[in-house]
């Protein structure tokens, strides 16, 4: 599987991106998928999760209630809409794919170790 991700820019504190995620080479349905972010000098982290059927989502406590993961398995795509960003969101943001049935759950789904598969990053860059 392939992951594309795209949708990042150069914005400004308190305005609004929405990233997307776009798989080819095989349907995203069977997949759990999550959204890791890496800023400069630090280790990739966990934004969110969302399970093959859309139903269950998890989110780092820095994100709640400001970003939402959704997917569309029919357009084989999974979105990360990000509202009242902050500087401290600058990062790469990463697309990944988990599909060899780890129980969804928050400990395992913030764990880069349990992804199969990563996109390329997509630069989101928040200006104070």
């Known amino acids: 599987v392939q992951l594309q991700a795209s949708g990042g820019g150069l914005v400004h504190a308190g305005d609004s991106l929405r990233l997307s995620c776009v798989a080819s080479?095989?349907?995203?349905?069977?997949?759990?998928m999550g959204w890791f972010r890496q800023a400069p000098g630090k280790e990739r982290e966990f934004v969110a999760a969302i399970s093959w059927s859309g139903i269950q989502t998890f989110y780092a406590d820095s994100v709640k209630g400001r970003f939402t993961i959704s997917r569309d398995n029919a357009q084989n795509t999974v979105f990360l809409q990000m509202n009242s960003l902050k500087p401290e969101d600058t990062a790469v943001y990463y697309c990944a794919g988990e599909g060899s049935g780890t129980p969804f759950t928050i400990a395992t789904m913030s764990s880069t170790w349990e992804y199969d598969f990563w996109g390329q990053g997509t630069q989101v860059t928040v200006s104070s």
């Open positions: 080479g095989r349907t995203l349905s069977n997949y759990a």
